[in-house]
């Protein structure tokens, strides 16, 4: 599977490259920091029919980093979502592939951007499934800046109080938010400690593993009777060299030279 999950996350970052280039949009820093994440999601650990996206029994996948939206709409491209010819209306006037994620889209379970709402809305469905007597799970994509929004806490508050080990929260820990280092800006640390003493089964890994990644998310719940949150260290902009840990690239689009050099980089990256 390494092989083949490794192969999808590179064809992820070129696509969201390209998409991102195309309609001179942003945020392609952290569509990169959670390629790895996204390609090991969708080969084998979530429960999904491409070909019955609203299948009842499937789990639901929520990013909540709604402006990272060009690796998810890449990935259900890839998997056989929709087409990928669909990948070059990004951003263009009238375009279901919006510049944050839309549910109009067969695999896209819910809407966001302002950040925030996929922790609670993720909540909800996770009770939802419970309260129906239904086997399916629900996985949320946070950012770390978004963990700045109190919504956030009240909702990890909220999944142990109802134990709801039907959930799991995957934080893309890759320590630069819109402005700055998420220490400057609002210090996280010990991330790990404040999920575990608000009630929660912790994992943290390289986020870029994908062996790592996939031994973590084979065995969920973390623990009995508890939600689940992963923290996946990351870095922005992975896979292009000065793409990574650079703050520009949370705003900035790639202008062609730089667009050919990124897909160059990708093009001979080791698997």
Known sequence: MNGSTKNLAKEIRSEALKMVARANAS?????LSMADLLA??????????PQDPFWN?????????????????????????????????YGKDGSQLMSHISHHLPGVEFSTGSLGHGLPFGCGKALAAKRSGKNWRTFVMLSDGELDEGSNW????????HKLDNLVAIVDYNKIQSLGSVADVME???????????????????????????EA???????????????????????VDFMENNLQWHYSSPKPDQLAEAL?????EDN
């Open 217 to 239: 998310l084979s065995t969920l719940p973390f623990e009995p009777g508890k939600p689940s949150c992963l923290i996946a260290h990351t870095i922005k902009g992975k896979g």
């Open 27 to 31: 945020h392609i820093g952290g569509a």
């Open 57 to 89: 029994s499937r789990d639901r996948f929520i990013l909540s980093k709604g402006h990272s939206c060009t690796s998810l709409y890449a990935t259900l491209a890839l998997k056989g979502f929709f087409s990928l010819e669909e990948l070059e209306s």
């Open 40 to 49: 090991v999601l969708y080969s084998g650990v979530l429960n999904i029919r």
């Open 154 to 161: 009240e909702a990890i508050l909220f999944a142990p109080q």
């Open 264 to 268: 160059r980089q990708l093009e001979t």
């Open 188 to 214: 996280l640390d010990p991330l790990a400690d404040k999920f575990r003493a608000f009630r929660w089964g912790v994992k943290e890994i390289d986020g870029h593993n994908h062996n790592a990644i996939h």
